[in-house]
């Protein structure tokens, strides 16, 4: 697969996966959200706190997302979008235990405790909660019926959207050397350049030619410089994955540095010759 991109100048994944490698990214991720949810199910029940809840959303659909994207890595999967349905498996997994955790909590506090596994058990629990509401803002008027159904959406949404978008950004991120059979994970920053002053340089890096970075000498001008950020295989030459983007510094009307990146491009192919010479630029 990667010898028919070759001539493509940007970096695509393969797509390529084992079975044992989507068990692994899978099993993980699912064991991850199903240990995430149950907290956060009984988090969001003791707690107060509304702004706690909310981290704790964003914080259960993004560890069930990081975990995919652990399973992904240890298991090879070179395919974003399966990494991202992963991901929404995994979210769904971790929904389901927070709802189980949550019925625990609240049940745990009145007269029996119950762990209620099944779906259908659980989906006749929100249905009644939905009528009668037991929870709210202010506590003598709960919150049910359509608002209520309207937070389990937004709710849902976070952790099974969050962990598909955790899992295929970060895979989407990484390049895998398909050569060694390993990712592409040393990382090298090189020198800050200056800034074109032609813009055949940048045209040229769309196309895929850094023959014009070459050119630029290592230093900044008026705060604003090129930086290049390379990761490489490790174990052989010839994946080398550029990511290049226009660093612009300024201060505030406070005194305060200001940064602002824009990427020109990413994913770029380097030949091991082009890498060489731009390691070399530092001796400029
Ligand atoms: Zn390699």
Redesign the pocket.
């Known amino acids: 697969m990667q010898m028919k991109n070759m001539n493509d100048p940007f970096y695509r994944h393969s797509g390529r996966f084992g079975p044992v490698g989507m068990m692994i990214m899978l099993g993980l991720g699912a064991a991850s959200g199903i240990v995430s949810g149950a907290i956060y199910g009984a988090l969001i029940y003791w707690s107060p706190i509304i702004y706690l809840n909310l981290i704790g959303t964003i914080g259960a659909g993004f560890a069930t997302g990081g975990a995919v994207y652990l399973g992904a890595v240890i298991g090879k999967v070179r395919s974003p979008i399966f990494c991202g349905l992963g991901g929404v498996i995994a979210g769904c997994a971790a929904l389901w235990a927070a709802w189980v955790g949550w019925i625990y909590a609240y049940s745990a506090h009145g007269d029996t405790a119950v762990i209620l596994l099944k779906p259908c058990y659980i989906w006749n629990t929100m249905a009644a909660i939905g009528r009668e509401g037991v929870w709210g803002f202010v506590s003598s008027n709960p919150v049910k019926g359509l608002e209520l159904y309207g937070i389990w959406i937004v709710e849902a949404v976070t952790i099974v959207g969050g962990a598909a978008y955790i899992a295929y950004v970060r895979v989407l991120g990484k390049p895998f050397?398909e050569?060694?059979r390993?990712w592409?994970g040393k990382k090298t920053t090189l020198p800050e350049l200056r800034p074109p002053q032609n813009a055949r340089v940048l045209d040229g890096l769309l196309t895929g030619d850094v023959s014009g970075i070459l050119t630029l000498g290592c230093g900044r001008e008026g705060g604003v410089h090129i930086q290049v950020e390379v990761r490489g295989?490790?174990?052989?030459d010839?994946?080398h994955i550029a990511n290049i983007s226009v660093v612009a510094e300024s201060i505030d009307k406070k005194g305060n540095t200001e940064t602002k990146t824009t990427h020109l491009v990413k994913n770029l192919r380097l030949s091991a010759a082009d890498y060489q010479a731009l390691l070399e630029l530092k001796g400029f």
């Open positions: 050397c050569r060694c390993r592409a295989c490790g174990t052989c010839e994946t």
